[in-house]
């Protein structure tokens, strides 16, 4: 997903009924450069795409997804503000989040045409960040009040809440569930520090490394996140810790999909970029002036990112080009 870990957005929310469709008319034609065109997405914030190319965000302080050129209001409970989805599932299964009553609370859509479902709350501020397709949702909360330490959370529609700190760990921030269950986050520790941590699918925890923090969960339960020393990093199962990307140090990778496309920006000077496996990095297009971060990839290399314009604004952008990187190879007749 998009990282939005830091920033709450949005206005005061008017409840909705029925979905609502956005005029978009405002998108740009879209920027060219190796294949892959630039596109403006039609929401204030986007955090995360699916497979199926559905955006998850927000706008006008309303969670709302954006899809086939086409924001949609998504139903939002009466009295909340400062709503936004904050993740999507291969599986559309969607969860946001939204202020009610001095509280952040969880809100999960079973898809983007059902009502929201206040899933409860085990602390006063609550920040889902991942979901996947079986509605298994993490995230982390603090217990009265943001200046508490952040406590690592699970729920699941079958199971409800639990929390995942790691045992002996004074705080934990659990940023992204697989399909499959596992789960990748950061977890610090009194006499250690710091260290990227693995969930696995029977709610188990270990340490993986450290000074790390781990931001991506595959299915295979290697774990993607950035190691100190070494830079963008991939752990897999026996802890086994490989450089990614074109160059780890100065290149932090965001994502990978299925196909072994590679997403993330440039350290510094934050340029977007893809690459393929081991392949050198191809930047991504920008308007004149503009810097920007590539942050989510879907099956098909359908890239999601931001922009800062040249004025100082910044915008959701996407990149898509003209063949997926899943689509089926045609063999000769």
């Known amino acids: 997903m998009l990282r939005k870990v830091?920033?709450?957005?949005?206005?005061?929310?008017?409840?909705?009924?029925?979905?609502?469709?956005?005029?978009?008319?405002?998108?740009?034609?879209?920027?060219?450069?190796?294949?892959?065109?630039?596109?403006?997405?039609?929401?204030d914030e986007a955090y995360a795409i699916n497979n199926a190319g559905v955006?998850?965000?927000?706008?006008?302080?309303?969670?709302?997804?954006?899809?086939?050129?086409?924001?949609?209001?998504?139903?939002?409970?009466?009295?909340?503000?400062?709503?936004?989805?904050?993740?999507?599932?291969?599986?559309g299964r969607?969860?946001?989040?939204?202020?009610?009553a001095g509280s952040r609370r969880v809100l999960y859509w079973e898809n983007a045409q059902s009502a929201p479902l206040d899933i409860g709350a085990i602390a006063r501020f609550m920040f889902p960040q991942s979901i996947n397709s079986q509605g298994t949702i993490v995230g982390y909360f603090y217990p009265t009040s943001m200046?508490?330490?952040?406590?690592?959370?699970?729920?699941?529609?079958t199971t409800g809440f639990s929390i995942i700190t790691p045992s002996g760990a004074i705080q934990a921030q659990p940023l992204d569930v697989s399909d499959t269950g596992y789960v990748a986050g950061v977890a610090w520790y009194s006499v250690i520090g710091?260290?990227?941590?693995?969930?696995?699918?029977?709610?188990?925890?270990?340490?993986?490394?450290?000074?790390?923090?781990?931001?991506?969960?595959?299915?295979?339960g290697s774990v993607l996140g950035v190691s100190a020393g070494i830079g963008s990093t991939l752990?897999?199962?026996?802890?086994?810790?490989?450089?990614?990307?074109?160059?780890?140090?100065?290149?932090?990778?965001?994502?990978?999909?299925?196909?072994?496309?590679?997403?993330?920006?440039t350290l510094p000077g934050s340029?977007?970029?893809?690459?393929?496996?081991?392949?050198?990095?191809?930047?991504?297009?920008l308007p004149s002036g503009a810097f920007g971060f590539a942050t989510d990839v879907n099956a098909c290399g359908t890239i999601l990112g931001s922009a800062q314009l040249s004025d100082g604004t910044a915008r959701p952008v996407y990149w898509s080009k003209m063949f997926c990187d899943n689509a089926p190879v045609l063999q000769p007749l």
Request: proline share 7%.
């Open 194 to 220: 710091q260290q990227a941590v693995r969930w696995y699918p029977n709610g188990a925890a270990g340490r993986i490394a450290g000074p790390a923090y781990g931001d991506r969960a595959f299915d295979d």
């Open 55 to 91: 955006i998850a965000g927000s706008v006008g302080g309303k969670a709302a997804i954006f899809a086939g050129g086409a924001a949609t209001i998504l139903q939002q409970p009466a009295s909340y503000t400062q709503l936004r989805a904050d993740d999507i599932a291969n599986s």
């Open 235 to 265: 752990w897999n199962l026996s802890n086994t810790a490989t450089p990614v990307g074109p160059a780890p140090g100065t290149h932090k990778v965001e994502h990978r999909n299925s196909s072994n496309r590679w997403v993330g920006y």
């Open 6 to 43: 830091w920033m709450l957005v949005g206005v005061v929310a008017v409840s909705t009924v029925n979905a609502q469709v956005l005029d978009t008319r405002a998108v740009v034609r879209p920027i060219l450069r190796l294949g892959y065109s630039m596109s403006y997405v039609a929401l």
């Open 147 to 157: 200046d508490d330490l952040p406590q690592g959370f699970r729920w699941s529609p």
């Open 94 to 100: 969607i969860v946001g989040s939204g202020m009610s």
């Open 271 to 285: 340029q977007p970029w893809t690459s393929v496996g081991t392949g050198a990095a191809t930047y991504l297009p």
